[in-house]
């Protein structure tokens, strides 16, 4: 099916309807000098994605919440039977990991092909206020209908947003609260490509935080 941003914008506006609206733009990290297409909502939440000219199954992403609740991107929009990220901080380390469920309850991870989260260390950390993950994601846009298409020029994902911290944040397999907040948006793949990525993907050498990666 193809979508143009002007068919996808409304629908995704009525599936969000429970919460504010957020805006989808560039945007380039201080920390890190990478430029993000980027959801941002008024929770304090933050989902950005940079991808190749010729985009294959890895994406580089970011991940911003607030003290220690945990944010999620849905890759494929809907919470059910899609590809979920979720990620947290725990200590002053970040912990991620991927999520599936064909019900609306907490998901529990999920193993699928091999995908992987490397963190780019100048991107990951928290604050006094929020928290942050930058990373590469290898191995996550999947042909099995769990998230968007690597050649999708536009598509919906979905983000999530809890104030209250996963139950045990030391285990990247904690059971999480429900989201207080929730929603989808339509974004531009096409203007997430950048000819940089192979530079931003080059900054995941994830030596210096010894958090998460999940196959
Ligand atoms: C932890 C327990 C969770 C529960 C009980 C839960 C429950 C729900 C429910 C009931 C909805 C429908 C809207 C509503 O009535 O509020 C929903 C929507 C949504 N959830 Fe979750 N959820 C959970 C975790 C997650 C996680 C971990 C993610 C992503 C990482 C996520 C992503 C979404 C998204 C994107 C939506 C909006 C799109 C849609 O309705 O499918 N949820 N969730
Ligand atoms: C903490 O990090 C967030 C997310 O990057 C940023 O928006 C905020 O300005 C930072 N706060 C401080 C005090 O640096
Ligand atoms: C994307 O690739 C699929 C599978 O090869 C193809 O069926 C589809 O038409 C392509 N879509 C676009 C927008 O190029
Ligand atoms: C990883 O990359 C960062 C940023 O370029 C650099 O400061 C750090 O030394 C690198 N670490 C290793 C082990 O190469």
Redesign the pocket.
Known sequence: MKFSLSTILPLAMALSSASAQGTVAAYTDPKTSITFQAYTDPTGYTFGIALPTTPGADFVGLLVGKAKGWAGVSLGGSMVNKLLIAAWPSGTKIISSFRETPATRSPPEATGPGYTITP???GTYTNATHWSLTFLCKGCILTDGTTFASNASTDVLGWAFATAAPATPANHASTLPKHGSQGNYGISFAAARTAKYATYA??A????IPTMFRA
């Open positions: 780019i260390d100048a080059a900054l050498n994830g030596t210096t």
